[in-house]
Nanobody, 125 residues
Framework: QVQLVESGGGLVQAGGSLRLSCAASGRSFSSYGMCWFRQAPGKEREFVGAISRSGSNTFYADSVKGRFTISRDNAKNTVYLQMNSLKTEDTAVYYC??????????????????WGQGTQVTVSS
């Protein structure tokens, strides 16, 4: 079992930056690939990006590639989502999630096993 708690959301102007954090507790953090999803009002939850267990591989949705960066610190049991050049369309609730088979999550064939409660990001124009 893994418990995930996101933080760092808030209100930012378009063009600005935010860094989200996701702290994990429970079973070995380094055993799980980590990912971020988001859900905007009236829309389905969408994949944002993922990072492998060691942190050596990252994957991003086309909509955020070049603007968002995922990293992790296994010593601190924490994964980060650095968001730069934010756009109003990035407004959403952001969720971190964990799965032992992150490649299947990236491929879209599996939903992550563990989810955080979400943190709101609002980008104003």
């Amino acid at each position: 079992q893994v418990q995930l708690v996101e933080s760092g959301g808030g209100l930012v102007q378009a063009g600005g930056s935010l860094r989200l954090s996701c702290a994990a507790s429970g079973r070995s953090f380094s055993s799980y690939g980590m990912c971020w999803f988001r859900q905007a009002p009236g829309k389905e939850r969408e994949f944002v990006g993922a990072i492998s267990r060691s942190g050596s591989n990252t994957f991003y949705a086309d909509s955020v590639k070049g603007r968002f960066t995922i990293s992790r610190d296994n010593a601190k049991n924490t994964v980060y989502l650095q968001m730069n050049s934010l756009k109003t369309e990035d407004t959403a609730v952001y969720y971190c999630a964990a799965d032992a088979r992150i490649s299947t999550v990236v491929a879209g064939t599996k939903s992550p096993d563990y989810w955080g409660q979400g943190t709101q990001v609002t980008v104003s124009s």
